[in-house]
């Protein structure tokens, strides 16, 4: 994560009340909102009219005048989540209403997992299926995350929330065109050619992994084999040394860039680990300093997946400390798919036998190391081809049409029964969000191909390395569009074939 600004995330660590910066906020914000509303943008320059309309983007977006006020989520009654027709079919407004309550039910089913006595919410479920050695136990803990589905689907009767949201978001996709043909026309990706992109990284996996049947609970745990297999090689106690000393091999100092980690478990914090601005880069005496990015996440346990979403976080850091420009141009770049990414350019390379050789002195085949790398982001995809199917046919099955996905891509077991994709909120919250993830894999295998080819390898360290990308894609925020900075970079449009060809590698894996 890196992209949502999580709520909350300016608690009152300083010893200020959150009622005390809102006011202050809402102080300061109210004579800039009069200022820029009343300035005449067509006297200004090109580059000065952007910066204008980036302030306002801005001031109607992360710092709109709500930002940080209670909202329904906080409020801490549990939403209604009995069926009411009454909140179907009122046009946009009873779209609205239903998203908003749906995914209202969904955050509270997604916090209350009860399996044997225990009390879990979805991240920490998910994790356990990735441990557990007894399958029948996981059978049972997968089928624990029933309420979750249900707060989604229910009994994946034609009326579920899904089902009738759906309906109601298919009809504005073909009014006004699908956010997913939108995501791709902006980074200058044919949105006739989207949805074949993504069947051919689903079948890159089917044709490289083996071909035996999987039950959907066993999913998990076989992407957490080289988990398992390297866990002792990091503990908990190393895990901070590790992603620093990796990152001080690639030229990009964490201390000396004033990375901020809060990493430590804490009652009520989010259980989303995710980077942001503290403050800012800026210009002292001619020289840029690199302000205080921060990441927060929570570890209770080391481990390689733990290891490899901090490599992930600090990409984020050391991302967000490199961007050089004027104030208005200084924030992360306009596109998320991008950004998300960017994250995962260093990060991706704890999934090679050398460089976990290297840093945790073991390793496991290439192969197994890209089943785990690739096993989210196919799964990712599957719910991105997923959305495109049920925006184009509302009325068919979603557990019918997620079963022949799954089944004919990840060879896993169809189980027409369970609602089991019910289980992200983007499905609910942002209707075409789960493309994004789609997209910024293929950017990101992209890019890392073109670095590799630009700048050579750094698997193992290379000091130059981060000076290289900075001056190449982190520095630029939002001072030019995200689709002119990767396709300058790639010499060429976006291509799925460099995705491609990293999972083929998979290929005579046992
Ligand atoms: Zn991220």
Redesign the pocket.
């Known amino acids: 994560?890196?992209?949502?600004r999580a709520r909350g995330a300016t608690s009152d660590t300083d010893g200020t009340s959150l009622t005390e910066l809102r006011r202050q906020f809402a102080s300061i914000r109210a004579p800039l909102a009069n200022a820029l509303a009343s300035r005449d943008s067509g006297s200004l320059s090109p580059e000065d009219r952007r910066a204008l309309g980036a302030m306002r983007a801005a001031l109607g977006g992360d710092l709109r005048a709500s930002i940080g006020a209670p909202d329904a989520s906080d409020s801490g009654a549990a939403p209604s989540c009995v069926y009411d027709p009454a909140v179907i079919a009122q046009g946009d407004s009873g779209y609205e209403r239903l998203r908003v309550r749906t995914y209202a039910c969904y955050t509270s089913a997604v916090q209350g997992v009860q399996f044997e006595g225990r009390t879990l919410d979805r991240l920490t479920a998910l994790e356990m299926l990735s441990r557990m050695n007894d399958r029948d136990e996981r059978h049972r803990l997968f089928l624990a995350l029933d309420t979750i589905w249900r707060s989604m689907n229910g009994d994946d009767a034609a009326r579920s929330s899904y089902r009738q949201l759906v309906k109601l978001s298919a009809a504005q996709w073909r009014a006004n065109g699908s956010p997913v043909d939108e995501e791709a026309r902006v980074l200058r990706i044919d949105p006739g050619q989207m949805e074949q992109w993504l069947v051919s990284v689903l079948d890159a996996w089917r044709s490289s992994t083996p071909s035996e049947m999987i039950e959907p609970w066993d999913w998990h745990y076989q992407a957490g084999a080289v988990g398992r297999a390297l866990s002792d090689r990091v503990p908990l106690d190393d895990l901070a040394a590790l992603n620093a000393r990796y990152f001080r091999d690639l030229g990009a100092d964490v201390s000396a860039l004033h990375v901020h980690y809060d990493l430590a478990p804490r009652v009520g914090k989010t259980p989303v680990?995710?980077?942001d601005f503290g403050d800012r880069p800026h210009l002292v005496n001619g020289t840029w300093q690199p302000g205080e990015p921060w990441v927060f996440a929570t570890y209770r346990v080391g481990g390689l997946d733990n290891l490899y979403e901090l490599l992930?976080?600090t990409?984020?850091a050391v991302h967000i400390a490199a961007i050089h420009q004027r104030p208005a141009f200084l924030d992360w770049p306009d596109n998320d798919a991008f950004?998300?990414g960017?994250?995962?350019v260093a990060a991706l390379e704890a999934y090679e036998p050398r460089w976990q050789m290297h840093y945790l002195g073991d390793s496991v085949p290439t192969a197994m190391g890209l089943r785990a790398r690739y096993a989210g982001v196919v799964l990712d995809i599957a719910w991105a081809l997923f959305e495109v199917r049920m925006n184009r046919d509302p009325s068919a099955d979603p557990n019918r049409i997620w079963g022949d996905i799954t089944s004919r891509y990840l060879h896993i077991t169809p189980h027409p029964e369970l609602s089991w994709w019910a289980m992200r909120g983007q499905l609910i919250d942002s209707p075409g969000y789960m493309a994004n993830y789609a997209i910024g894999a293929i950017i990101i295998a992209d890019i890392r191909a073109r670095a590799r080819e630009l700048h050579g390898d750094f698997t193992t360290g290379d000091s130059t390395w981060y000076a290289f990308m900075s001056d190449r894609i982190y520095r630029f925020g939002l001072a030019r569009s995200s689709a002119d900075v990767i396709t300058d970079f790639l010499g060429r449009p976006i291509s799925p074939n460099a995705i491609l060809a990293d999972m083929r590698r998979m290929r005579g894996a046992r």
């Open positions: 994560m890196g992209v949502t680990a995710f980077t992930h976080e990409g984020h950004t998300e960017l994250g995962d």
